[in-house]
């Protein structure tokens, strides 16, 4: 199912050599023990008119009260914004945003990126190409 | 590709979950089936649907840790690049690799089950990589996925 989400449960039970009603009551299961969360559409930045994606690494000023909770509620008000995950390491907050080209990404980050609160470092990395992008977990 | 705005709804409904039938979606539209569904198929074959992804809660799985790595590579221009982008895509537990401009070459995504676990993986996977220099490590605390500009 992680390879390939659109099979139906008698192509799964018949891959996984299980009948039809085994494969369903399993699935069934999986999704009631919240193993299994759901199923999410990929979508193709580029192809919408944003190919550019870049990658903040945020370093916030942890000596203000509450600096996590306020920046991460600014971050998601930021439409650009796809990802945000925080951290226990060299850097507090990542940042993953798409822009339609470097002039828009400019603006993005001098108005909107900047403005948000509580940043003591930002470093930005642009990614070139998605070598490996299929999210799998190693079952 | 343009889009109008029932596009774009649609999109979103589409990542918030991507399970639906086109008759339920066409119903949360106010479209009939066989319209939604020509929609769909417009995105997919514009190349802006390019497929689903199952989600699973990794912890409920066994996999109780998450690590990005930024790679700086030792030799460049001497190992190939392919190379090392073969063998790191090959990891299991490497779920994406990214090929990046800045103060790194390569951001890896990493699952393990625990952090001795996640520290096998880095010795004996990533750190016996061809051409790997600096490895940095942080620990994710916590993840959201936003549905972007749509």
Same mark, same amino acid.
């Given at each position: 199912m992680q390879t390939d989400p659109s099979l139906t449960v008698p192509e799964l039970a018949d891959l996984a050599g299980v009948s039809a009603g085994q494969a369903s009551r399993r699935l069934d299961r999986m999704i009631a023990d919240g193993v299994i969360t759901g199923q999410t559409a990929v979508v193709d930045w580029a192809a919408l008119g944003f190919p550019l994606q870049v990658s903040l690494r945020v370093t916030l000023?942890?000596? !203000? @009260?509450?600096a996590f909770d306020a920046f991460l509620a600014a971050a998601r008000? !930021?439409?650009?914004?796809l990802e945000i995950q925080t951290f226990l390491?060299? !850097?507090d907050v990542r940042l993953s945003l798409v822009a339609r080209d470097l002039a828009h990404y400019q603006l993005l980050y001098r108005d909107r990126i900047l403005a948000? @609160?509580?940043?003591?470092d930002i470093e930005a990395l642009m990614d070139v190409a998605a070598i490996k992008s299929d999210e799998s977990l190693p079952l | 590709m343009n889009l109008d705005d029932i596009d774009r709804t649609l999109l979103r409904l589409l990542v918030a979950? &991507?399970?639906?039938s086109a008759s339920a979606l066409g119903r949360k539209l106010n479209l009939s089936q066989p319209a939604t569904w020509r929609r769909v198929k417009r995105l997919q074959e514009g190349g802006v649907l390019v497929g689903r992804r199952l989600l699973l809660n990794a912890e409920k799985l066994g996999f109780g840790v998450t690590v990005f790595l930024g790679i700086k590579l030792a030799t460049k221009g001497r190992v190939s690049l392919e190379d090392f982008e073969r063998a790191v895509g &090959?990891? +299991?537990?490497?779920q994406v690799v990214t090929h990046v401009l800045?103060?790194?070459d390569y951001r890896l995504r990493v699952v393990a089950r625990d952090l001795a676990d996640f520290e096998r993986v880095l010795r004996r996977r990533i750190m016996t990589? +061809? #051409?790997? #220099?600096t490895v940095e490590a942080n620990v994710m605390l916590s993840e959201e996925r936003r549905p972007g500009p749509l």
């Open positions: 000023d942890k000596t !203000v @009260p509450g008000d !930021v439409a650009e914004v390491g060299r !850097v948000l @609160p509580h940043i003591a | 979950d &991507a399970s639906q &090959a990891i +299991p537990e490497v800045g103060l790194y990589l +061809p #051409g790997v #220099g």
